[in-house]
């Protein structure tokens, strides 16, 4: 009946934003690896330029 099926629309909606949350820390992640990589590179510069 309809009471199911907008039961299914709520359930999706909760697991698209356990998804989104998921996901949004795997980027957070590696934007803080990348942040990382990035100093060591511009160290490495530094480094070889003066």
Same mark, same amino acid.
């Given at each position: ?13 909760? @697991?698209? $934003?356990? /998804? =989104? @949350?998921? $996901?949004? /820390? =795997? ?24």
């Amino acid at each position: 009946g309809p009471l199911g099926s907008r039961r299914f629309v709520v359930d999706d909606r909760r @697991e698209l $934003q356990y /998804r =989104v @949350e998921v $996901q949004n /820390r =795997v980027y957070k992640k590696e934007i803080q690896a990348l942040d990382a990589e990035i100093r060591k590179l511009e160290r490495l510069l530094e480094s070889g330029l003066t």
